[in-house]
């Protein structure tokens, strides 16, 4: 059973090799640690984590990078340089990145960081990472959002929809989605009138939306700053924009269920978490993540 330390957030990294026998994970998440989605998600990663079989007890340490609301070139170097500190004579053996953002970054600092240390992923659509070379210490779960499929329900609930308006806001993870988005929507053309609300202010959103026809169905991405650049949490701006829609709002994300979107196509966040946790036991007991390799991705259901 592994033993799971407390630290805190702003602990420094004090100890050195040999002076206990713990396994040490850092978690680090790309967005406010405190959304919805990613208190779910923790929630899995450390339950399945506390649930395996291990020998030796694992230290966690929680690490946000919060780039979802703020831009990576504002932080990166601050960022870096407290990292360095932190965790210097520190060794590392696991750091679960949570999102994108957070892959990128262990990715491209590992070595300075946490110098063999194998990265465990979750959070990370599927189509993200097409095309890319992961490092050879990476496993992880990435996920299959169910953009088509939620709009294929839509249209099965509302078989009179002409117009799908798509709600998106300026952040790069809003800007992710909103192509992922496209993509599914191209398969329309001809079909339905596609219209995008996007880099708006939540002012103008919320005008926008209250102006809809009865014959539009809404579908909501994120908005985690808005085109004002103004930081926000997407579950937020779901209830104000719920709160003067007359038209039904379908979306793809586990949170939004009972905050104002009608359905969704939708994969689990604890879900995805305790898979996150179960690779994170492997490769503390020995495993090579080389050969664990990228699971198969959480689906929508």
Same mark, same amino acid.
């Given at each position: 059973?592994?033993?799971?330390?407390?630290?805190?957030?702003?602990?420094?990294?004090?100890?050195?090799?040999?002076?206990?026998?713990?396994?040490? !994970?850092?978690?680090?998440?790309?967005?406010?640690?405190?959304?919805?989605?990613?208190?779910?998600?923790?929630?899995?990663?450390?339950?399945?984590?506390?649930?395996?079989?291990?020998?030796?007890?694992?230290?966690?340490?929680?690490?946000?990078?919060?780039?979802?609301?703020?831009?990576?070139?504002?932080?990166?170097?601050?960022?870096?340089?407290?990292?360095?500190?932190?965790?210097?004579?520190?060794?590392?053996?696991?750091?679960?990145?949570?999102?994108?953002?957070?892959?990128?970054?262990?990715?491209?600092?590992?070595?300075?960081?946490?110098?063999?240390?194998?990265?465990?992923?979750?959070?990370?659509? !599927?189509?993200?990472?097409? %095309?890319?070379?992961?490092?050879?210490?990476?496993?992880?779960?990435?996920?299959?959002?169910?953009?088509?499929?939620?709009?294929?329900?839509?249209?099965?609930?509302?078989?009179?929809?002409?117009?799908?308006?798509?709600?998106?806001?300026?952040?790069?993870?809003?800007?992710?989605?909103?192509?992922?988005?496209?993509?599914?929507?191209?398969?329309?053309?001809?079909?339905?009138?596609?219209?995008?609300?996007?880099?708006?202010?939540?002012?103008?959103?919320?005008?926008?939306?209250?102006?809809?026809?009865?014959?539009?169905?809404?579908?909501?991405?994120?908005?985690?700053?808005?085109?004002? %650049?103004?930081?926000?949490?997407?579950?937020?701006?779901?209830?104000?924009?719920?709160?003067?829609?007359?038209?039904?709002?379908? %979306?793809?994300?586990?949170?939004?269920?009972?905050?104002?979107?009608?359905?969704?196509?939708?994969?689990?966040?604890?879900?995805?978490?305790?898979?996150?946790?179960?690779?994170?036991?492997?490769?503390?007991?020995?495993?090579?993540?080389?050969?664990?390799?990228?699971?198969?991705?959480?689906?929508?259901?």
């Amino acid at each position: 059973m592994i033993a799971l330390s407390a630290v805190p957030m702003t602990a420094p990294a004090q100890e050195r090799d040999g002076e206990d026998a713990s396994h040490h !994970v850092v978690i680090l998440n790309a967005a406010d640690p405190y959304l919805p989605a990613f208190l779910a998600l923790d929630r899995g990663l450390r339950e399945a984590i506390a649930l395996s079989k291990q020998r030796i007890p694992a230290g966690l340490y929680a690490e946000t990078l919060d780039m979802f609301r703020f831009p990576q070139t504002l932080l990166a170097e601050d960022v870096i340089a407290l990292l360095r500190k932190k965790y210097r004579g520190l060794k590392v053996d696991v750091v679960v990145t949570a999102g994108s953002i957070a892959l990128d970054f262990a990715q491209r600092h590992r070595t300075e960081l946490w110098p063999g240390a194998a990265i465990v992923f979750h959070s990370v659509p !599927v189509t993200v990472l097409e %095309g890319r070379n992961l490092d050879p210490h990476t496993t992880g779960v990435p996920v299959q959002l169910g953009f088509e499929q939620t709009l294929n329900l839509a249209l099965h609930l509302r078989p009179a929809t002409r117009r799908v308006v798509v709600i998106a806001g300026a952040a790069e993870p809003d800007r992710w989605h909103l192509s992922l988005a496209q993509t599914a929507l191209a398969r329309y053309a001809g079909r339905l009138d596609v219209q995008y609300l996007t880099g708006l202010t939540l002012a103008d959103t919320v005008a926008a939306v209250r102006a809809l026809p009865l014959d539009a169905v809404v579908l909501y991405l994120t908005m985690f700053r808005d085109g004002g %650049g103004v930081p926000l949490v997407p579950r937020d701006v779901l209830t104000r924009v719920a709160a003067v829609s007359r038209v039904p709002i379908f %979306g793809m994300f586990e949170t939004y269920l009972g905050d104002g979107i009608a359905a969704g196509s939708i994969a689990s966040y604890e879900a995805q978490g305790r898979r996150a946790g179960e690779l994170v036991a492997r490769v503390l007991n020995g495993e090579d993540p080389s050969v664990i390799g990228v699971q198969a991705p959480a689906m929508s259901h």
